[in-house]
């Protein structure tokens, strides 16, 4: 549609973003509320932040472009460019505070938090003012569903503006549908589904142990499937078996399909129960559930019903889903258990979720293709296709998925790499290049010990900070910016 323009549209996506930093700042009023609510100081920070990012949007939305076309290079530019804006800006308050932390620390942490990976640099969480507890949580609950999806959904003159370009962009996925004809119907229909969910999670949480704030944190944070926890503690704080049940069920929740469950809230339950991928999900959380629980009763750890049961369900969908919450003494469970946890990071849950990953859907078409090609070498004049859904997949889709593959492993290598050669232990370097691109924090070593990534190297932190918005934005979104024919033609 807009093939005859040679030039990016860089005032119209300044414009763009100055309408998202208007929303950032609107978000930034919730950690400054409760910071007022819980007489903080820190107050001061979020009110400067807020203000800051005010100015900065008025200034951006002021600017006046010679068009308003967007077209391809345009949408692919602004969705990486607003996870980095959204993260320098975000990183303001923490600045501005006076828990001593450097600008790559900052930015470490709030663009940890936008693409929900929930690696952390903050040493002490119990010691960190509560308005910057519900900040981290609510950076992650904007970038669960993504924040371009919420642009869409909230400004509907992107719907002529390169609006579906802007949607293939963001969402996850090997495919992409509309469940509306309109982008910003669908965008809308996407984050209403997202807003409910976590609302009821919010209120299941606050019958429990917990007090309002925390079920607000706990409530953000698993819905989005990041993972941030309001205390050193983690989970470990509460010794609940309802609470466990409560996130458990929120996190598996986070790993479907956000589509297949906007239908079934609509009364349409059939492209939920005939979804492939969906009923891969089920059977890899079932069945590491119960090698985990053979495992962890193997090494002597099971010393009641719920050690068995809810326990290594809770890790096992932890862990496919991204949160990354942990079980205080997973380590312990034994190798099996611990090779599960690994080849789950990588995998991930369903596409179009809110987790990370490489995605089952994917995984799924290329072991089909697999399987088809063993076929071939008995039998090679045999016709084959790849069946999802019930119907037949094209060659472009299983070439682009079994790419994907490659190349998620290739960054995983490289950074990894990186890593070693600025003196990172091996296992270390490339579990934490893992983390990062499956967007997992999982917090701890596979040894089980707390991993805090402050004493990371700097250069590591920015290197895990560019692999974290790789592995949220699905690589190419980002990768493509490092070609000299995205900015040639």
């Not at 069946?387 to 593959?405: E, H, L, W, Y």
Request: charged share 10%.
């Amino acid at each position: 549609m807009f093939s005859g323009r040679k030039y990016i549209n860089i005032v119209m996506l300044l414009r763009v973003i100055g309408w998202l930093l208007l929303i950032e700042a609107g978000f930034m009023a919730i950690p400054l509320v409760t910071s007022l609510i819980y007489r903080e100081p820190t107050y001061i920070s979020f009110a400067i932040g807020m203000g800051i990012t005010l100015v900065a949007g008025c200034i951006m939305m002021g600017l006046k472009p010679r068009s308003r076309e967007m077209g391809k290079r345009e949408a692919i530019l602004l969705t990486a460019m607003v996870w980095v804006v959204f993260s320098l800006f975000g990183m303001i308050p923490f600045l501005l505070s006076s828990i001593h932390i450097t600008v790559t620390d900052a930015f470490f942490e709030t663009i940890s938090g936008f693409t929900t990976t929930g690696l952390s640099v903050i040493k002490s969480i119990d010691a960190l003012p509560r308005g910057f507890v519900i900040w981290r949580c609510v950076m992650q609950w904007i970038g669960g569903m993504g924040i371009i999806l919420f642009t869409l959904a909230v400004l509907p003159m992107l719907n002529y503006q390169g609006g579906m370009q802007l949607f293939n962009a963001e969402v996850s996925g090997i495919t992409h549908s509309k469940l509306r004809p309109r982008v910003s119907s669908t965008a809308k229909g996407l984050w209403t589904v997202y807003f409910c969910l976590t609302a009821a999670i919010i209120i299941l949480l606050s019958f429990s142990e917990m007090n309002i704030f925390e079920a607000v944190c706990y409530g953000l944070s698993t819905m989005s499937t990041g993972g941030f926890a309001t205390s050193d503690m983690g989970m470990g704080a509460w010794d609940s078996t309802y609470i466990k049940i409560v996130v458990a069920i929120f996190m598996f929740l986070g790993g479907v399909n956000f589509a297949l469950m906007f239908q079934a809230g609509t009364g349409n339950f059939k492209p939920l129960r005939h979804n492939t991928a969906f009923k891969w999900y089920v059977c890899i959380v079932f069945i590491a559930t119960a090698i985990m629980a053979i495992s962890l009763s193997l090494e002597g750890h099971a010393e009641n019903w719920d050690d068995v049961t809810i326990d290594p369900l809770f890790q096992a969908i932890s862990v496919m889903s991204s949160t990354g919450l942990t079980e205080p003494d997973f380590a312990k469970w034994g190798s099996p258990a611990l090779c599960l946890i690994v080849a789950m990071m990588f995998i991930g849950a369903c596409a179009g979720s809110t987790c990370g990953g490489a995605k089952i859907d994917r995984f799924m078409v290329c072991l089909k293709n697999i399987k088809n090609e063993f076929f071939r070498i008995m039998h090679p004049n045999a016709v084959l296709t790849v069946r999802v859904n019930g119907m037949g997949t094209s060659p472009d889709i299983i070439q682009k998925a079994i790419m994907f593959i490659i190349i998620y492993v290739l960054v995983i290598g490289a950074a990894g790499t990186v890593f070693v050669c600025l003196g990172i232990p091996m296992v270390d370097a490339y579990f934490s290049a893992l983390e990062a691109i499956s967007n997992t924090g999982i917090s701890v070593s596979l040894e089980g010990i707390p991993t805090n990534y402050s004493a990371f190297p700097p250069l590591g932190k920015w290197v895990l900070s560019l692999v974290m918005l790789i592995g949220r934005l699905e690589l190419y979104t980002v990768l493509l910016l490092f070609t000299g024919t995205f900015w040639t033609k």
